[in-house]
């Protein structure tokens, strides 16, 4: 059964900490996407990335970084957090270009930022 | 800019009845369009995917036009069921990336 696991379900950080939210696909996918959903504005991308060592910005890449090191591996960062990263996000990874072939989700990480 | 238009309002019918979902987009010409399911506190799930040159697929009982003319994709369940209640989001591909609606929450009412 094809799988993208998100480390964590729930977190709670305090504001300026430094957070990582990390992302493993087991499908061999070239594609890997960041996203955070909120009530009223959808899906919204992050960052994603076509492959190892390579980060494109989405729409709303402030505040964020990323890294991907190695193929399986798509880990978002939070330089300071803040009360207005507190969402809920998506990890992403596609076989084929984004939007052209199926996208399979992970089960989502909701950050309180406190 | 780019715009994706869903009926962000609930969508309630009853049981047995077919729910069509409406995706409006405007200013993009994507070459696919998907929808995908999302369950409270989950991941979207992938449905169906069209591609610009096909006027309707079917997958079971989903259906999915999209019409480019009119800039429009319509999503039915025909013959639905409780367990269809979910929100439902349409996604469409476009300068390297996927961009999704906001997603119509639907009700299958028994």
């Known amino acids: 059964d094809v799988k993208v696991t998100q480390s964590s379900r729930y977190l709670v950080k305090r504001t300026g900490e430094k957070v990582f939210l990390e992302c493993v696909q087991d499908?061999?996918?070239?594609?890997m996407f960041w996203y955070r959903q909120d009530p009223g504005l959808g899906l919204r991308l992050i960052y994603f990335s076509y492959d190892v060592k390579m980060k494109e910005k989405g729409d709303i890449p402030e505040g964020y970084s990323v890294s991907r090191e190695k193929k399986e591996r798509f880990s978002l960062i939070l330089e300071s957090a803040s009360t207005n990263q507190t969402s809920m996000y998506l990890c992403?990874?596609?076989?084929?270009?984004?939007?052209?072939?199926?996208?399979?989700f992970g089960q989502g990480t909701r950050l309180t930022v406190v | 800019s780019q715009k994706i238009e869903q009926n962000s309002e609930a969508l309630n019918i009853q049981e047995g009845k077919t729910a069509t979902l409406t995706c409006n987009y405007t200013?993009?010409?994507?070459?696919?369009l998907q929808w995908y399911r999302q369950d409270p506190g989950r991941g979207p799930v992938f449905l169906l995917l069209?591609?610009?040159?096909?006027k309707e697929k079917r997958k079971e009982r989903l259906k999915v036009t999209f019409d480019t003319t009119l800039k429009q994709s319509l999503f039915h369940i025909t013959a639905s069921q409780p367990a269809d209640s979910a929100t439902y989001l349409c996604a469409l591909e476009g300068y390297q990336k996927v961009t999704f609606g906001i997603g119509t929450k639907l009700q299958v009412i028994p």
């Open positions: 992403a990874s596609s076989k084929g270009a984004a939007g052209k072939s199926e996208a399979f």
């Open positions: 499908m061999d996918h070239e594609n």
């Open positions: 200013n993009y010409s994507p070459a696919y």
């Open positions: 069209i591609r610009e040159n096909e």
